[in-house]
């Protein structure tokens, strides 16, 4: 290239500047999506939100699962450059202002372009077909809410507002994720190659552009800019110490304080994220630090990142599970989904399950667990559905893998999981009838009650207490942060099928009656059915006895389900005490569910 340079130095034409004309095409209007892909099949599915669609059994990539950083794909990516804009919104971007702070991305999907032509590549058209069809086992958008992932709704994004450099960091990325995985389905026709003059024209640009970007990557590597020796070891410590007994509350062999870190060094983008997470929890927990530390170090993983996602390596996936959790103790609740859903398709993408083996089994069960709290709080299915959690051939089939894993009560645990992403589905469920309705909550009923009966010792409470004069809750203490939460996610899918339980059900004839073979799954099961305030409590005490940080890090959204239940002041200033503390000692910020709170009980005074 530099020496096409010095040819076009002794000839005597005029260069033509085709970036506007690029910026241009990407930032063109496409007319909304309106064929059958996006409906059909879909009429029973209340989710609003982002999804990532394929055929169980089937992601249209050979999975290698390995722990060193190499490619989880036998087939390379094959990248082309698309519209930022068109990519995440799929469409919808006539119900969108796109006036919103986006020059950065504008300007790097033209980059993208320039680079991506000038190596002989095709290049595509940003507007969209109508008349185009999406596979249905590729990723694709389900018609969405908007207003839930513009830059106009979110005001109250925590530290990630429209026009901070948090957002636009964060928003890069996404629309990288996004992008990569697309990159794999041709969704739009080809235009013509681009000519060699047009070629020629824009080459100069492109060395240009390129040895920007390599004097930036010389200035991104040196963490000696960012932290001491001293701030990177008390960094890796508070890793060891806090973070790492979070992600790994679920996982026996702890990988993400054992594996995780010997992969850090080979993989630098993977270091920053790690220390852009322990350096971010720091500062929420000694909430008079400053944030430039964090934000650094959130820059550079993201600046070193970008380039590896095309080889979706154990080591990339494993970052952006790291930068998701960073996101959601940073973010507003409320854009959570738009936090996750990045992520989510790549790990769709890669064909990545509960099921899966060594640290692609735990990366996919911490996300997992953020993705159930994410439907939580918007009522709405998870991003990954739930025929990907597993890999049998339906839910009867994917609840009889999990019972072969029983004695691990670990992985008992992360069936808990698993049991209240069904519970979301379901509710997430309109196009049934009232017969089919009660069939299907009768055997989600089921599944639900022999998760409790069938469990392993380990998640069984060491002792319990019922609640006195000094504490309105019952004490239930466990010996281990998977007892906790998977117990408590028990309670709380319990608490939401009660409290949308078919009309005219009797809890007494729970357990009891056996007239259909639905009812008949419940019948096996000699859990006598609870009321929904005995579930509500549970969750409660639970939080209040056990004082794991990563369990109450799961814990937030069942404790605002159980404490709408909750009618006694005495109740009420528990829960609060519980949250504050929460807040306190782990930096998770709960005020704004404790504010939600308040809110829905009235008036504590009275």
Same mark, same amino acid.
């Given at each position: 290239?530099?020496?096409?340079?010095?040819?076009?130095?002794?000839?005597?034409?005029?260069?033509?500047?085709?970036?506007?004309?690029?910026?241009?095409?990407?930032?063109?209007?496409?007319?909304?999506?309106?064929?059958?892909?996006?409906?059909?099949?879909?009429?029973?599915?209340?989710?609003?939100?982002?999804?990532?669609?394929?055929?169980?059994?089937?992601?249209?990539?050979?999975?290698?699962?390995?722990?060193?950083?190499?490619?989880?794909?036998?087939?390379?990516?094959?990248?082309?450059?698309?519209?930022?804009?068109?990519?995440?919104?799929?469409?919808?971007?006539?119900?969108?202002? *796109?006036?919103?702070?986006?020059?950065?991305?504008?300007?790097?999907?033209?980059?993208?372009?320039?680079?991506?032509?000038?190596?002989?590549?095709?290049?595509?058209?940003?507007?969209?077909?109508?008349?185009?069809?999406? !596979?249905?086992?590729?990723?694709?958008?389900?018609?969405?809410?908007?207003?839930?992932?513009?830059?106009?709704? %979110?005001?109250?994004?925590?530290?990630?507002?429209?026009?901070?450099?948090?957002?636009? %960091?964060?928003?890069?990325?996404?629309?990288?994720?996004?992008?990569?995985?697309?990159?794999?389905?041709?969704?739009?026709?080809?235009?013509?190659?681009?000519?060699?003059?047009?070629?020629?024209?824009?080459?100069?640009?492109?060395?240009?552009?390129?040895?920007?970007?390599?004097?930036?990557?010389?200035?991104?590597?040196?963490?000696?800019?960012?932290?001491?020796?001293?701030?990177?070891?008390?960094?890796?410590?508070?890793?060891?110490?806090?973070? !790492?007994?979070?992600?790994?509350?679920?996982?026996?062999?702890?990988?993400?304080?054992?594996?995780?870190?010997?992969?850090?060094?080979?993989?630098?983008?993977?270091?920053?994220?790690?220390? /852009?997470?322990?350096?971010?929890?720091?500062?929420?927990?000694?909430?008079?630090?400053?944030?430039?530390?964090?934000?650094?170090?959130?820059?550079?993983?993201?600046?070193?990142?970008?380039?590896?996602?095309?080889?979706? *390596?154990?080591?990339?996936?494993?970052?952006?599970?790291?930068?998701?959790?960073?996101?959601?103790?940073?973010?507003?609740?409320?854009?959570?989904?738009?936090?996750?859903?990045?992520?989510?398709?790549?790990?769709?993408?890669?064909?990545?399950?509960?099921?899966?083996?060594?640290?692609?089994?735990?990366?996919?069960?911490?996300?997992?667990?953020?993705?159930?709290?994410?439907?939580?709080?918007?009522?709405?299915?998870?991003?990954?559905?739930?025929?990907?959690?597993?890999?049998?051939?339906?839910?009867?089939?994917?609840?009889?893998?999990?019972?072969?894993?029983?004695?691990?009560?670990?992985?008992?645990?992360?069936?808990?999981?698993?049991?209240?992403?069904?519970?979301?589905?379901?509710?997430?469920?309109?196009?049934?009838?009232?017969?089919?309705?009660?069939?299907?909550?009768?055997?989600?009923?089921?599944?639900?009650?022999?998760?409790?009966?069938?469990?392993? /010792?380990?998640?069984?409470?060491?002792?319990?207490?019922?609640?006195?004069?000094?504490?309105?809750?019952?004490?239930?203490?466990?010996?281990?942060?998977?007892?906790?939460?998977?117990?408590?996610?028990?309670?709380?899918?319990?608490?939401?099928?009660?409290?949308?339980?078919?009309?005219?059900?009797?809890?007494?004839?729970?357990?009891?009656?056996? *007239?259909?073979?639905?009812?008949?799954?419940?019948?096996?099961?000699?859990?006598?059915?609870?009321?929904?305030?005995?579930?509500?409590?549970?969750?409660?005490?639970?939080?209040?006895?056990?004082?794991?940080?990563?369990?109450?890090?799961?814990?937030?959204?069942?404790?605002?389900?159980?404490?709408?239940?909750?009618?006694?002041? /005495?109740?009420?200033?528990?829960?609060?005490?519980?949250?504050?503390?929460?807040?306190?000692?782990?930096?998770?910020?709960?005020?704004?569910?404790?504010?939600?709170?308040?809110?829905?009980?009235?008036?504590?005074?009275?």
């Amino acid at each position: 290239m530099r020496k096409l340079r010095a040819k076009r130095q002794s000839s005597c034409f005029e260069i033509l500047d085709v970036t506007e004309d690029v910026i241009r095409d990407y930032d063109s209007v496409s007319p909304p999506l309106m064929n059958d892909d996006f409906n059909s099949g879909d009429d029973d599915d209340g989710d609003r939100g982002v999804g990532c669609y394929g055929d169980r059994g089937s992601t249209g990539y050979s999975h290698t699962q390995k722990a060193d950083g190499t490619s989880l794909m036998d087939q390379d990516a094959n990248i082309s450059p698309s519209s930022v804009e068109n990519t995440l919104l799929g469409g919808y971007s006539e119900w969108v202002d *796109t006036s919103s702070p986006s020059s950065l991305r504008q300007t790097e999907s033209a980059v993208a372009n320039l680079i991506y032509l000038s190596q002989g590549g095709s290049r595509t058209d940003p507007r969209c077909d109508e008349q185009s069809n999406i !596979a249905s086992s590729s990723f694709g958008l389900w018609p969405l809410d908007i207003s839930e992932y513009s830059d106009l709704q %979110l005001d109250d994004d925590g530290i990630f507002l429209p026009g901070t450099a948090y957002h636009e %960091l964060h928003s890069t990325l996404r629309s990288h994720l996004i992008q990569e995985v697309k990159s794999n389905d041709p969704t739009r026709p080809p235009s013509p190659l681009p000519t060699l003059e047009e070629l020629d024209a824009i080459s100069e640009e492109v060395d240009d552009i390129v040895d920007d970007l390599s004097t930036a990557e010389q200035t991104v590597i040196s963490k000696d800019r960012i932290l001491s020796k001293e701030e990177e070891v008390l960094l890796w410590r508070n890793w060891f110490d806090e973070i !790492a007994p979070w992600l790994d509350k679920f996982d026996n062999d702890q990988h993400f304080k054992h594996v995780i870190p010997t992969m850090a060094p080979s993989n630098s983008f993977l270091q920053y994220s790690v220390l /852009a997470l322990s350096a971010r929890q720091i500062e929420l927990k000694e909430t008079t630090l400053p944030h430039d530390r964090s934000l650094l170090l959130y820059q550079q993983a993201i600046h070193l990142l970008l380039p590896q996602l095309p080889s979706r *390596t154990t080591a990339v996936i494993a970052s952006c599970v790291i930068l998701c959790v960073l996101e959601m103790v940073s973010c507003s609740p409320k854009a959570w989904r738009r936090h996750l859903d990045g992520c989510a398709c790549l790990l769709s993408a890669v064909g990545i399950s509960g099921f899966s083996s060594g640290v692609e089994g735990a990366l996919f069960w911490c996300f997992a667990r953020m993705d159930v709290c994410g439907g939580l709080i918007s009522s709405v299915k998870t991003l990954i559905p739930i025929s990907q959690w597993a890999p049998g051939s339906g839910v009867d089939a994917d609840v009889a893998l999990f019972k072969t894993k029983k004695k691990d009560f670990h992985h008992w645990a992360n069936f808990a999981v698993y049991l209240v992403a069904l519970v979301l589905d379901f509710l997430g469920t309109t196009a049934l009838d009232a017969e089919g309705r009660l069939e299907l909550w009768m055997k989600l009923w089921g599944y639900i009650a022999e998760w409790h009966d069938l469990r392993p /010792a380990a998640l069984h409470s060491i002792v319990t207490m019922p609640s006195n004069e000094k504490s309105p809750f019952p004490t239930v203490l466990f010996s281990n942060p998977a007892a906790i939460s998977g117990n408590q996610l028990y309670h709380t899918a319990s608490l939401l099928m009660l409290q949308n339980r078919p009309a005219g059900l009797r809890l007494s004839s729970l357990g009891t009656s056996s *007239t259909s073979t639905a009812t008949g799954a419940a019948a096996r099961c000699s859990t006598k059915a609870r009321s929904i305030l005995w579930h509500a409590r549970q969750v409660c005490g639970i939080s209040i006895s056990n004082d794991h940080h990563g369990a109450w890090t799961n814990a937030l959204q069942p404790i605002w389900i159980a404490g709408r239940c909750m009618s006694h002041p /005495a109740e009420h200033k528990a829960i609060l005490e519980l949250l504050d503390k929460i807040e306190r000692e782990s930096g998770w910020s709960t005020r704004w569910r404790a504010d939600d709170l308040r809110e829905f009980w009235g008036d504590l005074g009275e």
